[in-house]
């Protein structure tokens, strides 16, 4: 029985379930909480605080004291050697004091850039496509996001063996291998943030196409049939009608494409630890912190200006997504 | 709604099922716990097969002589030099590998580490004083038991010189002859790495003391030369003059990339330590293998002849759980026998103590220890010499890559640049 | 859900009668014909990888890597399992993985409904904070992180030195405070599509609020549930930066990141590595066919909300 309530539930589209929800005037809800008992109240209390705690505990006190910590110098041994030195972290990110600071900042952009420009829009195009009725449409689904389930390391590894000068595969396609002529894909500072892109997005756009595809599916065929019947072409049904519609799914594509771009570091920690040509943000905060002589104050002046950076997207996130619901 | 009457009994089970799996968690994360009360911790970075084979037959026999059993816990030799800094402040083992130089003197001037001069006073005699110098802290006491060194040097296959008629260069001339004659063979003169950031340093610190000496290696490296000296420049031209002698796309390739296109004679020498034979796997190879030190200028600095020989060796973390067995462990490591073991498996270095039984180095050890007795004067490494975040990645690392990604760039605002950060440190 | 209705009447507005090009013949040959290079352009390099994988070094460097010939065989593979010493690398990945799955579940469904079942002042706020917290960029706790991992005194049987720092709990915890954000969202927007009437007949029931919880509602929530453990098994699995930071001993690394480490063992035998890599990859992949509904679901359950 419970079974058969389950399925009548899933199925049960979100937005009838969210009409009940709101039907229920709030005067009703409080009622209904004060009419728990002393235990059971007690009871939520701990259910919502033992996570709340942990969560807070380990992600938002961190982040409070690193906003904290970027304004001092510390080596990171014995907390009586923290010293607070003002802004001076931040102008030496600034005044181009430690060189590597905006060239990371640059990749940042770069890496956000070619996400948003090229990687997202061919993750979307590559759902619309696999949204037609076509033969074989699971196994072309399969192949195109097989990438998103390896890690960003096996990736790295993975794309190693094509772009390496002397055994891998392009080089050996080109007969450079092992020439002077190799190109060095990965060492050339020029041309190696290019191909650790291609890299990301091959796995990234296949995470944009299932997001994607599980959105169309969800668009109501009857409003393509109408926009065909008015004329539309198939390029004018899906910007104006099908895109709107799918606006809580962009949001969350939009969010992804720039937390991952921000988030960026296995891949080039990888194939270089993040040197070369591939400095990012997250590689310079690591750098400064784990390093064997730590500077940790440094480190946390650039975690908090990536802190800045994401900050952005997160709030208009949480305005968009948690607000209009709750409306 | 019938079907949602509670049933206390799977309310029950699912309890249990909860109860059952945290106390899997629990018991999940104790594996792995405990450990013999007489033996020794012992944090390694030997993670490369060669000398991690090596360093555990040398433990192995100190187990045999001191009833010291070393427990051996493994980190890749990178991760390792990163996470040394909380490892020593949190639960390091008793016993850890490390380096002579700056890099010692740094976490025993931080009290990370525990002293050993009466360790010292038992095995002092064993060392020469360069050796003490090289273990000793600020403080004036002993913190490092040296296990061995290894010269830098230009390294190559002798069947290859012999077939094409080479001749060892001396000077900086015919060494920069024999390249040409190298690329008129079709071969790529010197293999060169730097992808890991620190091999190139080698070949700063040997072009810096050919050209300015010991001395102002040391006084640069400690901050008391600046790097916008005309003498730094003169090293970065000298370095150009070499350029086009390397293989290129080095910032692409690993050191043992490099090693192996030497061993596979597409490259005639290869400027390296010594370890570059661990990628021999072959005997018949690294039998093949020989070395000269790198050439001299013709100037003041040829009789000094100094070179880069950094030594390795082991330190006490601050509070050993077994302070007596890790002593022990220590005298016996450095003790010949104990490091001839280490050398056996790996012959690519030489053993550290004086009473060391060097009759049975191979032809490649005895000329390790007869460059490193004709050097007047024996450097560490860029990396061990000077505070290590000025070496790492986001200093010398990156700046030496910058330098090779565009040799041709303004050498003063380059220059001006490692100033700069060495003064924001 | 208001969007539809003005969506449909613009287009007919203002959208010019075009020539129609009903789908026709040719152009699902093109279209076929177009996914049948992209999908194989997506699989190359991993195919590549398993062709190198099953060749032996000296082979390859004698013919080349882009060569027919040779010996076929799959000593790569037994070679990586016993030199990098796999299996102690998978358990590790399994002592870390399994916990905290099960705890990120477990705890992210209590908050889920505490918030969709009940109203609560703080409600909002509450989710607000979890989602934005998952949002955020690792590197900006890490600092702090790593001094609480080395400060935090933790007892025995959960931490065999007394600390987060270097400890399968420490990296267990780190998973669980960061996914628990996006776990506790999906589950709270699926809870609230599950009518509240239950909760009321509960309460005539004589329900407590815990036997609510464990008893109708968790049930209830089976395939989010379901989803979200196959979702959160791949990221945990694959999880490279965490153990890289917060562990220290080699032995204990998680298979991920112990890769890493492997590389300089393996010398430049690429073989090696590109069979080490499959071996490691192999699980995720197995999860991927087998559970790949699971796996989608999950992914889109954070997305279109139920």
Redesign the interface.
Known sequence: ??D???HE??S?P??A??G??AA?P?AR??S??S???R??KI??GV??G???F??????????I??AI?SFTNW????LDRIVFVGTKNYE?LFTG????FWPALQHNLIWLVVFTVLATPIGIF?AV??D?E???TR??Q??????V??????VG??????Y??????IN??LGT??T?E?I??????DI?LWAILVAAS?RHI??IM??YL??LK?V?PN?KE??AI????ET??FF??VL??L???NL??I?ITV?ES??A??LV??T??????LEL??V?????????????GF??AI??I??VI?VG???Y??TR???A??A | MPALALRPRRLMARALVLGAALVLIVAGCGIGATEAPTSVTVGSNYSDEVPKAAFASMLEYCAGETDVEATINTTEHGKFQDSINAYLQATPDDVFTWFAGYRMRFFAGQGLATDISDVWANVGSNYSEAFKTASTGDDGKQYFIPMYNYPWVVIYRKSLFQDNGYEIPTTWSEFKDLAEQMQDDDLVPMAFADKDGWPAMGTFDILNMRQNGYQFHVDLMAGTEKWTDPRVADVFELWKELLPYLQTNALGRTWQEGAQSMINKEAGMYFLGTFAGEQASDPAIHDDLDFFPFPVLGNEWDAENAIDAPIDGLMLSKSPKNLAGAKKLLECVATGEAQIKFLESSPNNVAAAKDADTSGYTPFQKKMAEIIGNSGAIAQFLDRDTRPDFAGGNGMQKFLQDFLADPDQDLNAFLTGIQTFYDSL | MTAPAAATSRPAADVAPVARRRRTPPGRMLLQGFLIVTSLVWLAPILWALYTSLRPYADTARLGYVSIGGDYNLQNYVDSWTQAELPKYFLNTLIIVVPAVILTLMLASMVAFAVSRYSWRFNLLLLMVFTAGNLLPQQVVITPLYRLYLALPIPRPLSDNGLLYDQYIGIAIIHIAFQLGFCTFVLSNYMKTIPRELNEAAVVDGAGVFRTYLEIIMPLCRPPLAALATLQFTWVYNDFFWAIILMKSGDKLPITSALNNLKGQFFIDNNLVAAGSILVALPTLIVFFVLQKQFIKGLTLGSTKG
Do not use: C
């Not at chain 1, 942990?54 to 992600?59: A, D, K, L, S």
């Not at chain 1, 389930?149 to 096996?154: D, E, F, M, R, T």
């Not at chain 1, 008015?230 to 072409?233: C, F, I, L």
């Open positions: 029985m419970t058969q309530l389950l539930r899933s049960t979100p937005a379930a969210a009940g929800v229920s709030p809800r409080r209904r909480f009419l728990l008992t235990r059971d009871l939520l259910m919502v033992v996570p709340t942990i969560h807070v505990f380990f992600i938002w006190l961190p982040t004291l690193s910590l080596n990171g041994i014995g030496d004091v430690y060189a590597p590559f496509l696999l037609k076509i033969r074989g196994i072309y399969s192949a195109l996001y097989l990438p389930v390896l890690s960003l390391a096996i590894f993975i794309w190693q063996l094509i390496s000068p002397d055994q891998g595969l050996s396609l291998a092992k002077p190799a060095d894909w990965l060492g050339n500072r190696n091959w296949g995470y299932v997001l599980a959105g969800s109501d409003l109408a926009a008015d004329g539309a072409t004018q049904t104006r009608v709107p519609v606006r809580p799914i969350v594509v969010v937390i921000l988030r570091f296995d920690f990888i270089n630890r993040g040197l070369n040509g943000l997250s310079l905060v690591t750098n400064n912190i784990i390093g064997e002589a730590s500077r940790i480190g946390s975690a908090m990536l802190l994401s997207p997160i709030i996130y949480l997504s948690l607000k619901e709750q």
